[in-house]
């Protein structure tokens, strides 16, 4: 199956797609960043092997992408203490005193994370920072999916002990 087929699947699904990101993601913008990104794969896919099943294999790459975008969303949302309700939107410009409070909190954060030890660090970034899911954190350090949970839980627990400490944290 050649990348032809695989663009043509992705015209012939797109819409789908798009409704499947917006129910996602909830928010219109975000979809159409993943349509973009699904496209962009798919120009890159021209040099290697199409895959077999173009269809499934362009909603596998729609859900990774719109779980990614959500991680990266709570994520965001956990460092800058917005709502854990990703679907809210947030005000188009923070007010002067929100910004130094966030800045503050971040400064912070990054300082509290730093105070973790080496592994929980290595898998608390992994796994908040750079998006990663469970298993894919286990597997690119080989250790445990369990392992993997128990140590972000703890990471995550010292991380809004120390912010609640500081008066960081609600």
Same mark, same amino acid.
């Given at each position: 199956?050649?990348?032809?087929?695989?663009?043509?699947?992705?015209?012939?699904?797109?819409?789908?797609?798009?409704?499947?990101?917006? &129910?996602?993601?909830?928010?219109?913008?975000?979809?159409?960043?993943?349509?973009?990104?699904?496209?962009? &794969?798919?120009? %890159?896919?021209?040099?290697?092997?199409?895959?077999?099943?173009?269809?499934?294999?362009?909603?596998?790459?729609?859900?990774?992408?719109?779980?990614?975008?959500?991680?990266?969303? %709570?994520?965001?949302?956990?460092?800058?203490?917005?709502?854990?309700?990703?679907?809210? $939107?947030?005000?188009?410009?923070?007010?002067?005193?929100? &910004?130094?409070?966030? &800045? #503050?909190?971040?400064?912070?954060?990054?300082? $509290?994370?730093?105070?973790?030890?080496?592994?929980?660090?290595?898998?608390?970034?992994?796994?908040?920072?750079?998006?990663?899911?469970?298993?894919?954190?286990?597997?690119?350090?080989?250790?445990?999916?369990?392992?993997?949970?128990?140590?972000?839980?703890?990471?995550?627990?010292?991380?809004?002990?120390?912010?609640?400490? #500081?008066?960081?944290?609600?």
């Amino acid at each position: 199956m050649s990348s032809a087929s695989l663009a043509a699947a992705y015209l012939k699904q797109r819409e789908l797609l798009a409704r499947f990101l917006r &129910r996602r993601t909830g928010c219109e913008q975000a979809s159409q960043d993943l349509l973009n990104d699904i496209w962009l &794969r798919i120009a %890159r896919s021209s040099q290697t092997d199409a895959p077999e099943n173009p269809e499934a294999f362009l909603q596998r790459v729609a859900s990774n992408l719109a779980g990614d975008w959500l991680r990266r969303r %709570r994520f965001r949302a956990t460092v800058v203490g917005e709502a854990s309700d990703v679907a809210e $939107v947030p005000e188009p410009a923070p007010r002067a005193e929100d &910004r130094l409070h966030y &800045r #503050e909190a971040l400064e912070f954060l990054m300082k $509290v994370v730093e105070e973790l030890p080496p592994k929980r660090k290595e898998v608390f970034i992994l796994y908040r920072g750079e998006g990663l899911s469970v298993k894919e954190v286990a597997q690119r350090l080989g250790i445990a999916e369990k392992t993997v949970e128990h140590q972000v839980a703890k990471a995550l627990l010292h991380c809004r002990e120390r912010l609640a400490k #500081e008066g960081l944290w609600p």
